[in-house]
T-cell receptor, first 113, second 112 residues
Framework: AQSVTQLDSQVPVFEEAPVELRCNYS??????LFWYVQYPNQGLQLLLK??????LVKGINGFEAEFNKSQTSFHLRKPSVHISDTAEYFC???????????FGGGTRVLVKP | KAGVTQTPRYLIKTRGQQVTLSCSPI?????VSWYQQTPGQGLQFLFE???????NKGNFPGRFSGRQFSNSRSEMNVSTLELGDSALYLC???????????FGSGTRLTVV
């Protein structure tokens, strides 16, 4: 079984500053990794995914993440945040042959002016 | 291309009643999954359907059930509602090839 740990439940950050959201996972088999964003009263929107290949993955809205197999991490970064990035962010994994996403507990990002 | 559509968006039910939620996946997507989101438990997997067959089920009581139709639309049903069933229920669809799951906006269920 897999598990996902998001190390920070809340991250306050000033507008135009960089942000990093940490995600570590545990699995005995190969996995695919995802980051989703959830705005208030909405569903989840896919930011980016890692399936294979280059370990640096670029997503929408200027986000990127780096897959580190040895550290079993998939941290999300953005070099300069906007007020509109205020939302909750979820890291998720799925077994390469599976059909069930396992989510971390989420990280709430609050961008301050 | 239309996204994943969930109806209704909001629902208020009384304890002991039953409820049916609906999900229409993206056209061509044959996999539909359901998740429950609560402040205390976070996002938890309910079940996944592919071509009308349930392939996986999460750790929920038998009061939670689902089905998928031949057009890939899915419904989930919760019987004998409890206060703790109050949650945002999210549906997601996926195509083969692991492009990732696309989520709907969810149905907010409140049990009073």
């Amino acid at each position: 079984a897999q598990s996902v740990t998001q190390l920070d439940s809340q991250v306050p950050v000033f507008e135009e500053a960089p942000v990093e959201l940490r995600c570590n996972y545990s699995s005995s088999v190969s996995v695919y990794l995802f980051w989703y964003v959830q705005y208030p009263n909405q569903g989840l929107q896919l930011l980016l995914k890692y399936l294979s290949g280059s370990t640096l993955v670029k997503g929408i809205n200027g986000f990127e993440a780096e897959f580190n197999k040895s550290q079993t991490s998939f941290h999300l970064r953005k070099p300069s945040v906007h007020i509109s990035d205020t939302a909750e962010y979820f890291c998720a994994v799925i077994e390469a042959a599976g059909n069930k996403l396992t989510f971390g507990g989420g990280t709430r990002v609050l961008v301050k002016p | 291309k239309a996204g994943v559509t969930q109806t209704p968006r909001y629902l208020i039910k009384t304890r002991g009643q039953q409820v049916t939620l609906s999900c229409s996946p993206i056209s061509g997507h044959r996999s539909v999954s359901w998740y429950q989101q609560t402040p205390g438990q976070g996002l938890q997997f309910l079940f996944e359907y592919f071509s009308e067959t349930q392939r996986n089920k999460g750790n929920f009581p038998g009061r939670f059930s689902g089905r998928q139709f031949s057009n890939s639309r899915s419904e989930m049903n919760v019987s004998t509602l409890e206060l703790g069933d109050s949650a945002l229920y999210l549906c997601a669809s996926s195509s083969q090839g692991w492009g990732g799951y696309t989520f709907g906006s969810g149905t907010r269920l409140t049990v009073v």
